[in-house]
């Protein structure tokens, strides 16, 4: 193979590189949009489902079919009770729609912790060095702890980085609102809409806010939708959000006023987060330059001086 042939193959790849690099963002904003009418419809029929079937007071939230939904639930809520409606909620708050999806979390909270304590066992019982009774339990009841927290963890990770991307999202959305809201459009109109555009930028948000409009439009009691809402979300500013609406219709204050107030609150929450996150970042750089900056700066400094102190002797 020449080297012509070889320029040539290498400029190829190159150019087909690039190509997918332009084409992958608006292939994922397509993906996204997709996958955001997907649950949105899948739940626009569950409750229309639901509302023909009489039992739209019982339906929950979720995207998957109304009797799957109710019969999962039930059988879950008779074996689990309050614990299992905790779990349940932070399922949705992690963006778990399915209704088995807490008895598969309080399983693997149950048998993790045997495997984990099953495996330390293994490794002590193959270790050649002499392990006292007292350090066995120790790390056996240790690996138990770990095994029953980890599901947990990933769990409030989840959740957490779901919360962190609402929060940054949902006051520029609360503009948008107040702007539909004072043209004029209904609440679910309203709602649908922000929706809508926000789908690119922020498909979790997008996600929780169609579900919401679809629960608004299906169901008769609009306090629900945005009690589920701030159950789903899980957030401070979801919650405020959903008491400030329903506090605006019950005694008949204006809405966009209530938006307004809550946008101005949450852009303020927001900016005190960054100015937490940024007055604690200098602590935390201390053990990385002392680690990693400063040696560099005294072999930079002192290497001269040390080569000509050799190159004297």
Do not use: W
């Amino acid at each position: 193979m020449d080297n012509e042939m070889i320029i040539t193959l290498v400029s190829a790849l190159l150019a087909a590189v690039s190509f997918a690099a332009f084409a992958l963002p608006f292939l994922n904003k397509t993906e996204k949009k997709d996958r955001y009418r997907s649950v949105i419809e899948k739940r626009r029929k569950d409750l229309y489902q639901a509302v023909r079937d009489g039992s739209a007071d019982r339906v929950k939230t979720d995207n998957v079919s109304a009797a799957d939904n109710m019969a999962a639930l039930y059988k879950f809520q008779k074996l689990a009770g309050d614990m299992g409606e905790k779990v349940r909620d932070k399922m949705l708050q992690a963006g778990i729609r399915s209704p088995k999806a807490p008895m598969k979390f309080m399983i693997a909270q149950a048998v993790l912790p045997l495997v984990f304590a099953a495996f330390t066992m293994f490794i002590l019982s193959e270790t050649e060095k002499e392990i006292s009774n007292v350090m066995t339990l120790v790390y056996i009841f240790g690996a138990v702890f770990v095994g029953y927290k980890l599901p947990d963890v990933l769990i409030k990770n989840t959740i957490l980085k779901r919360q962190e991307e609402i929060s940054l999202t949902f006051p520029d959305s609360l503009d948008m609102m107040l702007i539909c809201v004072q043209g004029g459009i209904g609440l679910e109109q309203t709602v649908d809409r922000v929706a809508e555009e926000i789908a690119e930028h922020s498909p979790i948000l997008a996600e929780e806010l169609g579900l919401l409009s679809a629960e608004m439009a299906m169901l008769n009691d609009r306090r629900e939708a945005l009690q589920d809402f701030a159950r789903r979300v899980g957030s401070g500013g979801a919650k405020s959000f959903a008491t400030a609406l329903i506090q605006a219709e019950q005694y008949g204050t204006s809405i966009s006023q209530a938006m307004r107030v809550m946008s101005e609150e949450l852009r303020d929450m927001r900016m005190a987060t960054a100015e937490q996150k940024a007055a604690s970042l200098p602590p935390k750089l201390t053990v990385p330059m002392i680690l990693f900056f400063l040696p560099a700066l005294f072999v930079i400094i002192l290497g001269p001086a040390a080569i000509s102190f050799n190159d004297v002797k």
